[in-house]
C-alpha cells in the first residue's frame, strides 16, 4: 500500500502548482525523494525531488522554461505541501484527545508544531494578498548590494509564482478531497497491519499510529526515520494495551512495509531518470534564478 500512498501525494501535488503550468513527472518525482529519505539523512530527498520535477520541468521547451524557473516555483510547492501535512498532523492529534489519552509531551510537541505552522502561514498569506509589498521589503533590504538585489527579486517573484496553486479557486475542492486521501490511506495501512498481526484493535489505533510517526519524523532524522518511527508507533498502540514487545514487533513489520516497497520503486525511477543522487542533491544548475 506504500506505492499507493506516494501516488495519492503526487495527484495532490498537481493541484499546488500554479493552473496550466503542467509539471511533469510528480509520483515518480514523488518515489524517488521518498526513496532518497530513506537512505539519507536529514530528509534530504525533498531536495531530490524538487531537483527531478525541476530536471524534467525545465528540459520540456524553451516556452515552460520562459514562463517560470521550476526549481523556484516547485519548492514553492514543497513549503505549502509541509504546512499542509503539518496542520494534518495537529488536527489529528487534537481529535485523539478527545477519545484518547495523548501523552503530554505529545501535546505540547504538537503545539509547537501549530505555532510553527502559524507563522508559516502568516508569511504565506503575506505573500499571496502582498507581493508587491514582499518585493520592496526585498529591494530595500539589499538595495547595498545590486547583484544580490536582483538575484533575490528573482527568486521571490519565481517563488510567489509557485503560489499560484493554493489561490486558485478550482484547486480548492481537489485538493481538500486529495488531502483527505493522502491520510486516510496510510491510517488504513496502520491498521490493517495491526489486524494482520492479530491486534484486534479499533481503526482509531491507525489514526494515532499515524500521528505519532507524523509528528515524530516531521524534523529532520536518521535515513529511514530509523528509531524515530518505531518509537512513535510502539508508543501509539502503547495506549490501547498492546505490550512493548508486540509493539516493537509491530512497529518494525510496519517500518518495512513502508520502507521497502518505496526504496525498491524509488531506485527503479532514479535509473531511469539517468540521474545521480549527488547530482540531485547539489542541484546547483537548477538554483540559479534566470
Not at 486558485?168 to 486529495?178: E, N, R, V, Y
Not at 513489520?253 to 539517468?274: C, D, K, N
Amino acid at each position: 500500500m506504500a506505492p499507493l500512498q506516494i501516488w495519492v501525494r503526487g495527484r495532490r501535488w498537481w493541484y499546488l502548482f500554479p493552473p496550466g503550468s503542467n509539471p511533469p513527472a510528480l509520483a515518480p518525482a514523488m518515489m524517488i525523494g521518498y526513496m532518497a529519505n530513506n537512505v539519507l539523512p536529514l530528509r534530504a530527498g525533498e531536495v531530490v525531488r524538487v531537483y527531478v520535477v525541476a530536471r524534467r520541468w525545465g528540459a520540456a521547451g524553451p516556452g515552460a522554461a520562459a514562463r517560470v524557473h521550476p526549481f523556484w516555483t516547485t519548492l514553492a510547492t514543497l513549503v505549502i505541501e509541509r504546512v499542509l501535512d503539518s496542520l494534518a498532523v495537529v488536527l489529528i492529534l487534537a481529535m485523539l484527545v478527545l477519545v484518547i489519552t495523548v501523552p503530554r509531551f505529545l501535546e505540547v510537541a504538537a503545539l509547537v508544531v501549530l505555532a510553527i505552522d502559524l507563522v508559516g502561514i502568516a508569511i504565506l498569506i503575506a505573500l499571496v494578498v502582498t507581493p508587491d509589498g514582499c518585493a520592496r521589503l526585498i529591494a530595500r533590504l539589499a538595495r547595498r548590494w545590486p547583484a544580490m538585489q536582483r538575484r533575490a527579486l528573482s527568486v521571490f517573484e519565481t517563488f510567489v509564482h509557485g503560489l499560484d496553486g493554493i489561490r486558485t479557486p478550482s484547486h480548492a475542492l481537489p485538493l481538500i478531497a486529495w488531502t483527505i486521501a493522502v491520510w486516510l490511506t496510510p491510517a488504513l495501512a496502520a491498521w490493517t497491519m495491526l489486524l494482520a498481526l492479530d491486534l484486534r484493535l479499533p481503526f482509531v489505533a491507525g489514526w494515532a499510529v499515524l500521528a505519532f510517526v507524523g509528528l515524530g519524523v516531521s524534523i529532520p532524522s536518521a535515513p529511514g526515520y530509523v528509531g524515530v518511527f518505531h518509537a512513535a508507533a510502539v508508543l501509539a498502540v502503547g495506549l490501547f494495551g498492546v505490550s512493548q514487545s508486540a509493539g516493537v514487533g509491530y512497529a518494525l513489520l510496519f517500518h518495512a512495509s513502508q520502507i521497502l516497497p518505496v526504496t525498491l520503486l524509488g531506485w527503479l525511477y532514479l535509473v531511469r531518470e539517468q540521474v545521480s543522487l549527488g547530482e540531485a542533491t547539489r542541484a546547483r544548475s537548477l538554483e540559479r534564478a534566470p
